[in-house]
């Protein structure tokens, strides 16, 4: 079990579909992040929130759209994916927002297909 | 820019040695190891920082050599549990907060008995 809880574990989705990913923590952390992972391949960093701030967005299609409602919460809205989309989607938090060096805690991740 | 890792694949037997290297073109801050079992989240293992400190945790320790720009995983003795696939994740300064990681592309740990 992690100490942070994302859901849904898994969701299938039309193109044409409005779905949203969740990801909550209670360990006080201040920084929280989106990565995607396809299979066999490493995670890619999407999106990163400092002090419920969007902080970095490395060029991701506005057809994800983050959300930050509070300190301890995350959310991926998801709009109009295509199928390359469908991939595991993990959230991750670590302590300090201002400070690097943190570990990070990974969720479980919600493993997405698009049809 | 992603950290390169090498070997991409290793298989070993129950109590042999291992070394992951980690290295990037670009000056580093610090680097991350994480361990990610099939269909689980990644875990992490540890942070070297630039300064070329050594850590360690039970059986599985870590270098970084600030002038190569490598970072080293070395797994003693492994375990069974061991097996998964190892990344080494980088961060640069950016000077402002909280930054993502870059992942190396991952080492493919099989350990056998």
């Known amino acids: 079990d992690t100490e942070v809880t994302q859901t849904p574990k898994h969701l299938v989705m039309g193109m044409t579909n409005k779905k949203s990913l969740k990801c909550e923590q209670h360990?006080?952390?201040?920084?929280m992040y989106w990565y995607k992972q396809k299979a066999k391949k490493p995670p890619e960093l999407m999106f990163v929130?400092?002090?419920?701030?969007?902080?970095i967005n490395e060029s991701v299609p506005s057809r994800f759209s983050p959300e930050c409602p509070n300190s301890s919460l995350l959310n991926l809205h998801l709009h109009a994916l295509q199928p390359e989309d469908s991939a595991l989607y993990l959230c991750?938090?670590?302590?300090?927002?201002?400070?690097?060096?943190?570990?990070?805690?990974f969720g479980d991740g919600t493993r997405l297909s698009i049809l | 820019q992603q950290p390169v890792q090498s070997p991409q694949a290793v298989i070993l037997r129950e109590g042999e040695d291992a070394v992951i290297n980690c290295s990037s073109s670009k000056a580093l801050y610090s680097v991350h190891w994480y361990r990610q079992k099939h269909g689980e989240a990644p875990v992490f293992l540890m942070i070297l920082l630039k300064g070329g400190e050594q850590k360690g945790h039970d059986k599985i320790s870590a270098s970084f050599n600030e002038k190569k720009q490598q970072s080293s995983l070395y797994l003693t003795a492994s375990q069974l549990s061991y097996s998964g696939t190892y990344f080494c994740?980088?961060?640069?300064?950016?000077?402002?907060?909280?930054?993502?990681?870059?992942f190396g592309k991952g080492t493919h740990l099989i350990i056998q008995p």
């Open positions: 991750a938090s670590s302590q300090e927002g201002q400070l690097l060096n943190q570990p990070q805690h």
């Open positions: 994740g980088t961060e640069w300064s950016s000077g402002g907060g909280a930054d993502g990681l870059t």
């Open positions: 929130y400092s002090y419920e701030k969007l902080s």
């Open positions: 360990m006080g952390h201040r920084a």
